[in-house]
């Protein structure tokens, strides 16, 4: 491939997550962690720089073009249901009693 067909095909890449935001197309920025040096990334993750990324969910693509990672929708319906906190609260003391702390 020459250089003129490169900055072409680079400059048609960078074009296509625009148009299809234009569209109206879904997308979402996946979650990411902080790699340590001591661990690698999970099998549903996948490295980029120092973080650790959240593969796309189904129907979605990854846009690599910008600097923080992207994924964009493929089809028209597609949809991302972000994954929902496993936090459920404690439950209420009776009477609105407050716990003791041992420090009187």
Do not use: H, I, W
Not at 58 to 65: E, T, Y
């Amino acid at each position: 491939m020459n250089k003129t067909m490169r900055v072409a095909f680079l400059a048609a890449a960078a074009a296509l997550p625009v148009a299809v935001l234009a569209q109206g197309m879904a997308s979402y920025e996946p979650q990411q962690r902080l790699r340590t040096s001591l661990e690698s990334c999970r099998k549903t993750e996948f490295e980029s720089g120092a973080y650790c990324v959240m593969k796309c969910a189904p129907d979605f693509r990854l846009d690599a073009s910008s600097k923080k990672a992207r994924c964009v929708a493929t089809k028209a319906g597609a949809t991302y249901e972000p994954p929902k906190p496993a936090y459920t609260p404690p439950p209420a003391t009776p009477g609105g009693a407050k716990p003791s702390g041992g420090m009187g």
